[in-house]
């Protein structure tokens, strides 16, 4: 019974994926590639990756499938110009060639890894004790690999330098995107006001479940940069002008923390990002509750946009 | 009283699962968008809460109950709003639709 799902599931998935590659419409590749993600979540919940689904649930298939549909909004004019122009069939078939050898050299890797797959699993369940954090995802991202999470924070950072970037001079310093108009006695009105306080209740429910269920800063954070996102398309608020002190301030906060717990570990506890004895823990809630807020605003900022509006001076 | 509960329970799902697969089967067959609409709520609105009704009997503890209900609640209250969403986007567009 469980095997028939199973194989139905990544039916489905394989049937999709093929789905988002072959449409020719972007929007239908969009919506193709929303409710991808949203059966690779349940993919896996089968594998019992629950940490992973909800990662994939939060990130992979709502705010990427956010930036996308914002995405084929912008390209909504070029896209009949871009549908005329076929590629020459030795680029296709180039193409073709590259992404199947890409596949098969995939496949290949998978199908030889050694069996079982080697694991750093009971070397985490041995040690986990001494994070003082329960579940085992959380120790492995912010005790035994921190740097990772570190360095993932400092990304999220850069890529919003990325997208601010393409501001035009004109702009620069304002607020990012365009300003929503919507009724404010209307339904987006609404639920923009009913919604948020559910929503961070939420947010923070997933973020402090994160030390010993799955759940963790990262999906806490989507959630809230969703509230802030529903709240400004609504109108009933608009984005900051990224010049703003607090916002900057607020951008850098959360890897600045990570990074002097870090050089404290160096003096403390021997090395760079580690836990003198017995503070793991409550280091880890610091480092956690400081990501938070600058990943929130990060994300709902990745998805607003550069700034485009011409400022009056 | 837990054959009771465990008839009620495939009683409640599988008549919930009878509600996705008819707005599913309205989704692909009704000819536009507002009558789509109106198949899909069935599913999100009947079909999840017959789900809901039919695992409560089983789940462990009052605050995991709680915990489903609310995720029904949640579900209804955004389905309705991106259905209003969707209805009004579309007439805009048609008025006549």
């Given at each position: 019974m469980m095997e028939a799902l199973n194989a139905g599931l990544a039916l489905l998935l394989l049937a999709l994926a093929v789905w988002t590659i072959v449409a020719r419409d972007a929007f239908a590749a969009v919506a193709g590639f929303i409710a991808y993600g949203l059966l690779l979540t349940l993919a896996w919940v089968q594998l019992s990756g629950v940490d992973v689904a909800l990662t994939e649930a939060a990130i992979g298939g709502g705010l990427t499938g956010a930036l996308l549909i914002g995405a084929v909004g912008r390209l909504r004019d070029t896209e009949a110009t871009a549908r005329v122009e076929r590629p020459k069939a030795l680029t296709r078939a180039l193409a073709a060639l590259v992404a199947g050898a890409v596949t098969v050299a995939l496949a290949l890797c998978v199908l030889t890894l050694p069996d079982p797959a080697p694991t750093l699993a009971p070397d985490v369940a041995a040690n986990i004790a001494a994070t003082g954090v329960g579940n085992p995802i959380t120790a492995v991202l912010?005790?035994?690999?921190a740097m990772d999470t570190l360095l993932e924070a400092i990304v999220l950072v850069f890529a919003l330098i990325g997208v601010w970037s393409l501001a035009p001079d004109r702009a620069w310093g304002g607020r990012p995107g365009v300003r929503h108009v919507a009724d404010p006695n209307g339904i987006l009105a609404y639920i923009a006001r009913v919604l948020p306080p559910i929503g961070i209740i939420v947010g923070m429910y997933i973020f402090w479940a994160g030390a010993d269920h799955p759940g963790g800063k990262f999906q806490g954070a989507t959630i809230l940069a969703a509230m802030w996102l529903l709240v400004m398309m609504a109108g009933l608020t608009d984005a900051p002008p990224i010049s703003r002190a607090w916002l900057r301030i607020g951008l850098v906060a959360g890897p600045l923390v990570f990074i002097a717990i870090g050089l404290a570990g160096a003096v403390t506890?021997?090395?760079?990002?580690a836990y003198p004895d017995g503070y793991a823990k409550p280091l880890i809630i610091v480092i956690e509750l400081a990501l938070m807020p600058t990943l929130a605003l990060i994300l709902a900022l990745l998805l607003v946009g550069a700034p485009q509006r011409t400022i009056q001076r | 009283m837990s054959v009771a509960l465990n008839v009620l329970t495939v009683v409640a799902v599988v008549a919930g699962a009878f509600f996705f697969l008819a707005g599913t089967v309205g989704l692909l067959r009704f000819p536009d968008t507002l009558t789509r609409l109106h198949a899909l709520t069935k599913a999100d609105n009947l079909g999840l809460g017959l789900v809901v009704l039919g695992l409560l009997p089983h789940v462990g503890s009052v605050l995991a109950g709680i915990k489903l209900v609310a995720i029904w609640l949640l579900v209804l209250l955004s389905g309705a709003v991106a259905s209003q969403l969707i209805a009004r986007a579309t007439r805009q567009r048609d008025p006549d639709a």
């Open positions: 912010l005790a035994f690999r506890a021997g090395a760079f990002l | -």
